[in-house]
């Protein structure tokens, strides 16, 4: 909201929002780059619509194969990743990420509210855990985690995350 | 005593097999279906004591199909399955004459006490319903649900899939004009102004 059109922060904001500008500085500018992977193609629609506003949706996969690959020649910033996937899981995917040394932070958006499956997320070293009927309230929060390093897991299921 | 029987609806075949190797030493599989309508076109055929159904599958979803089942013959009981942890869908189910509401991934034993319960005219949850319910008790940020009709659902989940109205409207065996209708509907009763949002709230509704 701070951003012109050059992606720019103005400079009257720099100086009088100092602790914001500090918080901004980390994020790649343009844009955060997201890259969505989900075998539904009305999630990709939606989240992809949703989450155009403030980021660059780079891409949308409909399997964990196609997400890997993708993740090679995009390198996002960010993966929002469903579980369960033909070809390949989203778990394994998070995993073949982690050997590949990818970058990018991976947010994990499913219906799996089994702690097991937050468990093996965590495990495969994704930052983001969001149960899809929360995808409004938590998804941004998720991803702005994410951009700085941090976990965030939807609040029906934090207290089982360790 | 005749065995009870059992009509299956999932929209993956492989756990349909499952379930049907895991029910069929006790009960009898009168047949399956992958998806809403096909479910409530056989429930009609075959009469059905219980009816194990999958909440999220295509064309129609579970709650719906349900709902559509128990009009047509309320004897039927109804158990749904569901990996879906959003706790609004069970109190969804309970307000559709369920007989029983489990998590897929709660143990098989589960399902075969929940329909042994169900022939008894009783209702099981599953005990992990109980905690998830309860954790919406303690969730202020979930607002309380705008009702669409059965029949916007109906329409609302099969635009979201990706139908064009005209698709919608010869599966439900109605006009184009119709579905434009209840598409508008729809979108002024939510208030939402784009495409994609209409997806985006039948995706946080589970209906797709």
Known sequence: ?162 | MSRARVLLADDHLIFLDALTKLLEPEFEVVGSATDGRTLVSKASDLKPDVVVLDIGMPLLNGLDAGQQVKAKRSETRLIFLTQNQDPNLAAEAFRRKASGYLLKNSAAAELVIAIREAMRGRTYVSPMIAEVMLSRLSDPTRKDRIELTPRQREVLQLLAEGKSMKEAGSILNVSTRTIEFHKQQIMEHLDLKTNAELVRYAVKEGLV
């Open chain 1, 1 to 162: 909201m701070f951003r012109t059109d050059t992606g720019e922060t103005p400079s009257r904001i720099r100086f009088s929002f100092p602790l914001i500008y500090l918080l901004m500085k980390g994020r790649s500018f343009p844009r955060p780059s997201i890259l969505l992977a989900d075998d539904h193609r009305a999630t990709r629609v939606a989240v992809a619509s949703f989450l155009e506003a403030s980021y660059n949706v780079v891409g949308a996969v409909g399997d964990g194969l196609s997400l890997v690959e993708a993740i090679e020649k995009l390198s996002p910033d960010v993966a929002v990743v469903d579980i369960s996937m033909p070809r390949m899981t989203g778990l394994q995917a998070a995993l073949q990420m982690r050997e590949m040394k990818s970058k990018t932070r991976v947010v994990f958006l499913t219906l799996q509210g089994n702690p097991e499956f937050l468990h093996a997320a965590m495990a495969a070293g994704a930052l983001g855990y969001v149960l899809k009927y929360r995808l409004d309230s938590d998804l941004p929060l998720a991803i702005e985690a994410a951009l700085a390093g941090q976990r965030f897991v939807s609040p029906p299921l934090s207290d089982l995350e360790f």
